[in-house]
């Protein structure tokens, strides 16, 4: 579904992404995993077209995407879940989930699924975006995007920040949206909870793919993987 080849991206004279080469298949749930610095949000940015300095080609859905604008990108299928999750402070829980269009119908989450799958967000959709927790605002983050059918989710660091009861839930979400069959491309620390959701993962060290490991070698190899990553 999403393929990237030779992608490099810039700061000004800094280079950040050096030849990144990555593939993301149809139903699968990918991590990228590196240590603070190592390009994994520019990555992301550059797939949701929100990065402009890049070289190289995106491909989604066998189309090239790498000089398509945003909103364009977002009509066809791919949904962003920004790290600081993007949540209207003056807008309600129920206004910020309404609010982005549908742009898949077929696979859109209805207004109902969503409070069944977060029922806080049901016990909460008069309440104003400024007054929900870091766990409720990553929660509404994600939901919005079910909301409008977007077929690859790009997510950055979903478990950042949050209890442990919340990261289960936002496991359990994934699982969920993983067996619907909804794609996802996941930006993630933890170790342990990557190797929960997902099929394989790329580690990235200085803006390029140090290796890609299925889900039973990034397991087994866990203990040093933290060491690599200084956690």
Known sequence: MLEIAGLDAFYGDAQALHGVDLRVG???????????????????????????????TITFDGEDITA??????????????????????SLSVEENLTLPPV???????????????????????????????????????MARVLRTGARLLLLDEPSEGLAPVIVQL????????????????????????????????????????ATDLDNAEFTARQDELLEYLGM
């Open 103 to 141: 742009t898949d119908p077929a696979k859109a989450w209805s207004t109902e699924q969503v409070y069944q799958a977060f029922p806080v967000l049901a016990d909460r959709r008069r309440a104003a975006g400024t007054t929900l927790s870091g766990g409720e605002q990553q929660m509404l983050a």
């Open 170 to 209: 936002i496991r359990d979400i994934l699982l969920k949206i993983k067996a619907q069959g909804t794609t996802v491309l996941l930006v993630e620390q933890n170790v342990k909870f990557a190797a929960s959701v997902a099929d394989r993962h790329y580690v990235l060290a200085q803006g390029a793919v």
């Open 68 to 89: 398509m604008p945003p909103q364009h990108r977002a009509r066809r299928g791919l949904g962003w879940v920004q790290d600081d999750r993007g949540i209207y402070a």
């Open 26 to 56: 149809e139903g699968e749930v990918v991590t990228l995993v590196g240590r603070n610095g190592a390009g994994k949000t520019t990555l992301l940015r550059a797939v949701m077209g929100l990065h402009h300095d890049v070289r190289g």
